[in-house]
């Protein structure tokens, strides 16, 4: 697996409802949003990867880990789980991270670090879609086999 599968179901799971609101807030196409998201996922997964590798947050993402991976059954969409308030602990923790993410992609974009925020929080409950229905087709994997392997693009 690869971090351009994740991307990809990323997308497939954000659809072209979501791509669009992001598309009209940060002006562009849905070309220029699929890019945008496809840089933050990129981001946030490597900020996933970097809290799992730090003494001080590796065990709360073992334990967001070990949640997704055991929860049942799996969600459906994002609209079946209300965003962050049903995620437990990976919410929990991709929250944390979103801003972090944010800031790596508006620097590398040039794009406003709020409307990039702003887009990375709408993504976050779609990823903790995503990592969710991995975790239910990949019983047993840790972190790299949620988000497809490979290191942090730091």
């Given at each position: 697996?690869?971090?351009?599968?994740?991307?990809?179901?990323?997308?497939?799971?954000?659809?072209?409802?979501?791509?669009?609101?992001?598309?009209?807030?940060?002006?562009?196409?849905?070309?220029?949003?699929?890019?945008?998201?496809?840089?933050?996922?990129?981001?946030?997964?490597?900020?996933?990867?970097?809290?799992?590798?730090?003494?001080?947050?590796?065990?709360?993402?073992?334990?967001?880990?070990?949640?997704?991976?055991?929860?049942?059954?799996?969600?459906?969409?994002?609209?079946?789980?209300?965003?962050?308030?049903?995620?437990?602990?990976?919410?929990?923790?991709l929250a944390k991270l979103a801003?972090?993410?944010?800031?790596?992609?508006?620097?590398?974009?040039?794009?406003?670090?709020?409307?990039?925020?702003?887009?990375?929080?709408?993504?976050?409950?779609?990823?903790?879609?995503?990592?969710?229905?991995?975790?239910?087709?990949?019983?047993?994997?840790?972190?790299?086999?949620?988000?497809?392997?490979?290191?942090?693009?730091?």
């Amino acid at each position: 697996m690869s971090d351009e599968s994740f991307q990809d179901e990323v997308l497939s799971e954000l659809g072209d409802d979501r791509l669009q609101e992001i598309a009209g807030l940060l002006g562009t196409d849905s070309g220029g949003a699929r890019e945008l998201v496809g840089s933050s996922v990129t981001e946030l997964s490597g900020e996933l990867r970097s809290a799992a590798a730090e003494p001080a947050s590796a065990d709360e993402v073992r334990a967001a880990v070990t949640e997704v991976s055991t929860a049942e059954p799996p969600l459906q969409g994002v609209a079946a789980f209300g965003g962050l308030v049903g995620g437990g602990l990976m919410a929990g923790v991709l929250a944390k991270l979103a801003k972090p993410a944010a800031d790596a992609v508006a620097k590398k974009t040039g794009i406003p670090a709020p409307t990039v925020n702003r887009a990375v929080e709408l993504l976050v409950p779609v990823v903790l879609a995503v990592l969710t229905k991995r975790a239910a087709t990949r019983k047993g994997g840790g972190l790299g086999d949620l988000l497809g392997g490979g290191g942090a693009k730091k």
